[in-house]
């Protein structure tokens, strides 16, 4: 296991007067971040650049997986004002392009679909014109939970395998990377206009090999954006680190992704799979853009 952190995974952190805003926004419609749940490095670029990922459903999680630093246990129930105050907030915010995910409700009989239905028609309801990204759970392999998303029309629809999946069982006990690829797959054949994307973390132990099958398989059931970025330890009693790999490898996984038919693939150290969300979508040519709003 790597004992010192390379420079390039060093970040400077800055307080600035959007930084302050934005915390002052979430605290005061009572919202959660992922950004500050699972202790994302980007949150000052993010929270200075005036964007930020919303967590839904509270901030505890039904699963157990040991790269996440958000807490796990019994959650609180569902709070029903919740999609309205994440829309003020975006509103208030100022955002053209919103990701909301959430934790995995699976004590719940939809895994939570409806709420993030709910979530996604009260944003279009509070802030018309801005495009959805939503990052959410497997579900347990639900299509009724699925089709529930798919109707409310996001215009982005993540779902991350996270790692390869010969590390399932170390790394997301409780989840499956087929059950993953079929969802990725099913929002594909029930709404093509809708962009499906994933992510991975590398750095767990996985080899190249792992990782460019793992990128043929997405390509398989159509996911046209990808995220890499670098898995970081949230603290020793969370998975250990294996490998730091080097900028350069990065750069040659995003070219390797566009040689496979990827529309768009960030691949940095620090990369989390919401970072300049906005940015990647709003790169893609007119034909390729997501419904739901401009970017």
């Known amino acids: 296991m790597p004992r010192q952190l390379p420079d390039w995974l060093k970040i400077q952190p800055r307080l600035g007067k959007n930084y302050r805003e934005i915390k002052k926004i979430i ?15 980007n949150i000052y670029e993010c929270f200075e650049q005036r964007t930020a990922t919303f967590l839904l459903m509270g901030d505890c999680c039904t699963r157990t997986c040991t790269f996440c ?10 709070d029903p004002d919740e999609p309205q105050r994440v829309a003020s907030a975006i509103r208030k915010i100022g955002l053209e392009y919103a990701v909301i995910t959430s934790v995995t409700r699976d004590d719940i009989p939809d895994g939570g679909a409806s709420h993030f239905a709910a979530t996604i028609r009260a944003i279009k309801q509070r802030a018309p014109g801005c495009l959805i990204e939503v990052l959410i759970p497997d579900f ?13 029309g996001p215009g982005v629809i ?6 390869v999946p010969r590390l399932y069982p170390e790394i997301r006990p409780e989840a499956n990377y087929e059950r993953s690829l079929g969802l990725l797959q ?6 093509p206009a809708i962009l499906t994307k994933s992510g991975l973390m590398i750095g767990l132990g996985e080899k190249e090999k792992e990782i460019k099958a793992v990128m043929k398989e997405l390509r398989r059931v159509n996911c046209r954006l990808l995220t890499i970025g670098q898995y970081l330890r949230p603290s020793r009693k969370h998975y250990p680190v294996r490998r730091y790999y080097t900028p350069e490898f990065y ?5 390797h992704a566009l040689s496979i038919g990827f529309l768009q693939c960030v691949a940095r150290p620090l990369v989390r799979s919401s970072y300049r969300a906005h940015q990647s979508v709003a790169s893609l040519r007119p034909g390729q853009m997501p419904e739901g709003g401009d970017p």
């Open 158 to 163: 993540n779902h991350n395998v996270e790692t």
């Open 186 to 191: 099913q929002i594909y054949k029930k709404a």
């Open 251 to 255: 750069s040659a996984l995003e070219s």
């Open 69 to 78: 630093n958000v807490a796990h246990g019994k959650p609180d129930p569902l």
């Open 27 to 41: 605290n005061h419609n009572r919202l959660h971040t992922i950004c500050t749940s699972a202790l994302c490095p």
């Open 140 to 152: 347990r392999g639900s299509r009724e939970a699925l089709e529930e998303i798919i109707s409310a």
